[in-house]
Structures are given as C-alpha cells and as structure tokens.
C-alpha cells in the first residue's frame, strides 16, 4: 500500500511542477494563447485532485498505527493544492506589463485605469468565491461526518440489537434449565419417598412375621 502511496507522490510532484510553471507563463499571453494554456493548467488540476483522492483511499486501507505520517503527508498536499488553485485563479486575470501595453497602447492610462479597476474587481469576486468554494467544503465535510456518524449509530444499534436477542436466549434456557431442575426434583423426591415407605412397609412386615414365629414358638411349648 505504501508504495502505491509513494507512486501517488511521484506524479504530484511532477504534475504540481508542471502547473506552477505554467501558472508564471499565463500572464505573459494573450488571446487564444492564453486561453489554451489555462484550459490545459485546469485540466492538469482535475489530474491532480484525482491523485489526492487516490491517495485519501490509500491512506485508509494502510493500518491505523501508520497512517499519521500519511494522513500529515497528504495534508500538506493538499494546502499545495489550495495555493495552486489561488495562484492559478490570479494569473488569469493578470497580464504582464509587455503585454498590458501590447493591449493597451501608448498613452492609454485611462483605459489602463480601467483594466486596473476590473482586475480589482475581478480579484475581489475571487475572493469571495474561495470563500464560498471553502464554505462548501466545510459543508460537504460536515455531511460526511454526519453520514459516518449515522452509519456507526446504525452500526451500534444492530449490534446492542443482537445482544439483547443473545440475552433473551440466554434467559429462556436458564428458565428452562430451572424448570428441568424443579421436575427433576420432584421425581428424586417422589423417589425418596417410595423408598422411605417401602421400607416402613418392609419394617412392619418382619415385625409381624417375628411376632408369628414367637407366638408359634410359645403356643408350641404350653401345648407340650
């Protein structure tokens, strides 16, 4: 796993190079120039956010006693990532001073001021859709951890579930068992008393049998 991990790195670094090269070149174009190489960095970061998922997904197969290094590894990529995109999202709107001038012409600082003012603008909506995109995050955070949440919930009511059907398993063959043990008692007292008559029984008939054999004895000797 680590080194599917490591094989992960490999690629972000060398695509996160490629970018960052790119992004200084963006303001130096123009025209369609430009408008190809943002759409090829943009592509190339969609390369990159797939890397960080890939990671993520290898990082949670990797055992829990290794994954700090990991998950620390993957963090700062990911604060890589984020300044890629904010860089990425400035160069667009940026134009180097060959190319203002190019655009602008000589003595244009009105239409200069203009392009400065839209620039501002321009950043400022950045700005706040980082903010938004950030919001978004945190959200979407919070909805996995409520559906993490949820899911051990479940997790814990089926297993609290389970042991309370062992429990009442448990207690119907104790009641059971302490049914056969009161039958089986009954039985060994029904027995006990059996024996205890049966040998008063066997107690009275010796005695009449030896008082017999002693009036025979008597009645004999007088008649004699």
Known sequence: MSSDFEAYEQD?????AEITNKIGRIPKLAGEEKTQLVLNVDKQLEEVRELLEQMDLEIREIPIQS?????SRLKSYKQEMEKLEKDFKRSRIAYSDEVRNELLGDGASSSESQLIKLREERAHL??????????SRRLEAGY?????TEQVGQEILTNLHIDREKIQRSRDRLRETDANLGKS???LTGMLRRIIQNRILVFILGAILLLTIVLA???NLRGQ
Do not use: H, K, P, W
């Open 185 to 187: 008692s009954r039985i």
């Open 126 to 135: 950045l700005d706040n859709t980082e903010r938004l995109e950030r919001s």
């Open 67 to 71: 994954r700090g290094m990991y998950n």
């Open 12 to 16: 972000f670094g060398t695509l996160t």
């Open 144 to 148: 996995q951890i409520a559906v993490e």
């Open 217 to 219: 004895i008597y009645f």
